[in-house]
């Protein structure tokens, strides 16, 4: 049975159960940054996919924490799986396998740095398989139906039922061998600090390591370059190769991260002059996206919510509107890119997901998130950014680098790209951990989790294409357990 909160389109009582608290680092409003439906996130997704590294998955001693409890060979067959789950074209992610007569030479040639692409498709998971899912004879879809809590035997080690509840006021129990979480990185540790009966810690909690760890890439302009010849620069165009969407990177060499002992750090380039060409969610136009969701409410015949605050927000924002719309319709031509960078942050305890005092409609707490930045992680993205300068430098390329402190310095800038990572991190040893190698969460015998929370350190590339495979692999041990 597949119990899910939201409908199969956005509904705004729903979304405000998304509501939270954020301190610490500024964070983007919780409601805004996920999507409570059918199909989750994906349903706004950018669809950018790439799995993360060999070097992602060892334990590296500069980073403390680090290390999957296992290598990234054993993940190989479930990506590929993964490719086709996510409407991707061949597992291949190397520059030189997409190489092709448009393709521009390599922006940057150092050996620092290695050429990789990202394939770019924005499946919407809802739409995709909502038929599949409503034909299944083996999968009940429940639409509308919001997990308030898991219910635990005395011994907080079995999971026994669920408590739903839906927005119309029907309460009821769903019971089940094994449940399997999949709410997302925040919603995860919520749950599980939420289902209070057997224990006030919550379930799988018993070394207080549910909602820590949590981590986001960390996206900042680090450079802007001049671009003289247009043809052999158009490094910040998605193009279509075999079929596939490709868009290049630039990524630190493996051999490079570990002897300069880097963090992740990858870079892709923006036409400086086209707003609807951003690397971080932090740049859409908020009246922008106002108008977009009022058109498209209004498209499927429905009334738009908060109207009144969505009408003021494009009222104050027409300047940004007619730009965005302008430039939708004449792509201006790119005589300046910004080099966008996503940098990993090292696991902290002190990044966390915790319960909010106040509650939700249901009565159940909110999440609050406290998003911590810290100096190491912007040292190191300092660092990344250096060897990216020497890289420009060697390759002849004018640029700018973006100081990181100061006006316009990327420290204040940096933010994070929703998503949301390591809140119930995998590791075997149930006090650095709060799933095992294989998901299930660590004092309980029938209790699983799937998303981007259980990753114990998060490398450079976007999650998505990783919690597909992740939840394959999670697939087959339930099927075969
Ligand atoms: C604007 C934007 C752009 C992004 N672009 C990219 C990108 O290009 N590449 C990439 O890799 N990632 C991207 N991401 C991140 C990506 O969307 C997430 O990594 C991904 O959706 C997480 O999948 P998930 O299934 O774990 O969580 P979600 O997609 O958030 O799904 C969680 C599901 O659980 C349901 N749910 C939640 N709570 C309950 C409950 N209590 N009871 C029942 N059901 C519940 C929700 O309704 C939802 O269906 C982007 C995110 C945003 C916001």
């Known amino acids: 049975m597949l119990l899910e909160a939201g409908a199969r389109s956005p509904n705004e009582a729903t979304q405000a159960l998304y509501e939270g608290a954020v301190s610490g680092h500024s964070y983007y409003p919780l409601r805004n940054c996920r999507v409570r439906q059918l199909g989750g996130t994906s349903s706004v997704w950018g669809g950018w996919s790439r799995p993360l590294d060999a070097v992602d998955f060892g334990k590296r001693a500069w980073m403390p924490f680090s290390g999957w409890p296992f290598l990234k060979e054993h993940l190989t ?12 074209g061949p597992y291949e992610y190397d520059a030189a396998d997409w190489r092709d007569a448009d393709a521009p030479t390599p922006l940057v040639q150092s050996p620092s740095f290695s050429e990789t692409m990202l394939q770019i498709r924005a499946t919407r998971f809802g739409e995709e398989f909502h038929q599949r899912l409503s034909a299944s004879d083996t999968v009940q879809l429940l639409l509308r139906a919001n997990v308030l ?25 769903v019971s089940a061998k094994r449940f399997v979480l999949a709410a997302g990185g925040l919603e995860n540790p919520r749950l599980l600090l939420a289902s209070r009966v057997a224990s006030e810690r919550g379930v799988g909690n018993d070394n207080d390591l549910v909602g820590r760890f949590f981590f986001d890439h960390l996206h900042a302009p680090v450079a802007r370059l001049r671009v003289h010849d247009r043809s052999s620069h158009a490094h910040h165009v998605s193009r279509e190769v075999r079929g596939t969407l490709v868009r290049a990177a630039i990524c630190l060499s493996p051999d490079v991260s570990i002897r300069e002992k880097l963090y992740g750090f990858g870079v892709t380039f923006h036409n400086a002059r086209d707003p609807h060409d951003i690397f971080s969610l932090a740049q859409i136009s908020e009246s922008y996206d106002a108008l977009r969701y009022v058109l498209k409410t209004l498209a499927r015949g429905e009334r738009p919510a908060k109207l009144l605050q969505h009408a003021a ?3 104050t924002g027409l300047d940004d509107i007619a730009t965005m719309a302008w430039r939708k319709l004449a792509t201006p031509t790119a005589s ?14 002190d990044s966390r997901v915790m319960l909010d005092d106040r509650l939700d ?14 100096e190491t992680d912007l040292d190191q993205l300092e660092r990344a950014q250096a060897m990216f300068a020497g890289a420009l430098e060697t390759g002849g390329i004018e640029f700018a680098l973006t100081p990181r402190e100061g006006e316009g310095g990327w420290a204040e800038k940096v933010g994070g790209g929703a998503h949301h990572m390591g809140t119930t991190r995998m590791h075997r ?49 339930l099927r075969l357990s």
């Open 429 to 477: 040893d149930p006090t650095l951990g709060v799933v095992d190698q294989d998901c299930r969460v660590h004092g309980t015998s029938n209790v699983f989790v799937a998303g981007s929370s259980v990753f114990p350190t998060g490398g450079w590339a976007p999650p998505t294409l990783t919690i597909v495979a992740l939840a394959l692999r999670l697939a087959d041990h």
């Open 77 to 88: 067959p479930v990506y590929e799986r993964a490719q086709r789950v996510c409407g991707l």
């Open 313 to 315: 927000s494009v009222a």
């Open 361 to 374: 409609v249901f009565g159940a707490p909110r999440a609050r998130l406290e998003w911590r930045i810290s």
């Open 149 to 173: 809590t898991i219910e635990m035997d005395a011994i907080n080690r079995t999971a026994q039922r669920v408590q739903v509840a839906t927005l119309d006021g029907n309460r009821f129990f």
């Open 336 to 349: 300046e890119l910004v080099a966008g960078c996503r940098a990993e942050q090292a696991p902290n305890p």
